[in-house]
């Protein structure tokens, strides 16, 4: 029998089966998942390709593209949403992950956005669904903005200053790790700086140096040295 049609029980005559469908000799068989026929078809139904879809489970009739923000594989039936921190234009077999500096809020996005949209000193990860990173020259603070960084602090680094350590440059002090002041300490060389915010500010001090500013000498264990201006040990003096 030609393309589309099966052998009738007589043998006599040939029988046309539908779109959807195949004939193999005898009988007409759906299409399986992922599969399609337009026409009747003989053997086997075409194969759908990635970035498409047959919307019918079996017997399908068409292969359509997959929508933005959604894809799937070879012979797939529906299309599957992107998830968050990716995004895809139609008719594709993957989802792309946005590169850092855009993100994706929600599943099924078209595209990524820029975080620029959202103001200055803003940025994010690669494969982000927020812009939860600042650039350099900013801290992202407790309330989840994006502030520029204060004299004394050392954002140098993208996306990697934060209110909670803060970074401060030497020779100066915060007195809690979430205080936007930064204080100059009047003794240079007792302030290391750092992001170390540690037991009410010591984690800036240089070694010997605690309390505020750091300029106080650590326990007995260290004197002041006026001629050098920082703590020194004990067992050190000449």
Known sequence: CPTGLITSDSRITCDLCQAGQYANV???I????????????SGECFSCGKGQKTIKVLAATECTRCDAGTWSGFESWNCTACTAG????????????????????????STCANCDILGAGYTSAEGSSTCAQCRAGYYYSVDETCEPCMSGSECNTEGGAT?????VGRGYWRIAETSV?????????ACAGGSNFTDG???YCAKG???PLC????????????DKERCDECDTVE
């Open 163 to 167: 209110q909670r350590a803060l970074p």
């Open 209 to 211: 140096h605690v309390g």
């Open 30 to 41: 759906d299409c399986e998942v992922g599969r399609y026929a337009p026409v009747p078809l």
């Open 26 to 28: 005898s009988v007409c």
């Open 86 to 109: 990716k995004s895809s234009a139609s008719g594709q077999g993957s989802c792309t992950v946005c590169l850092a500096g855009t993100y994706a809020s929600t599943e099924g996005l």
């Open 201 to 203: 500010g010591n984690g």
């Open 181 to 189: 002041d930064v204080l100059q300490c009047p003794i240079k060389a």
């Open 215 to 226: 300029q106080v000498c650590d326990s007995e264990n260290y004197y002041f040295n006026p």
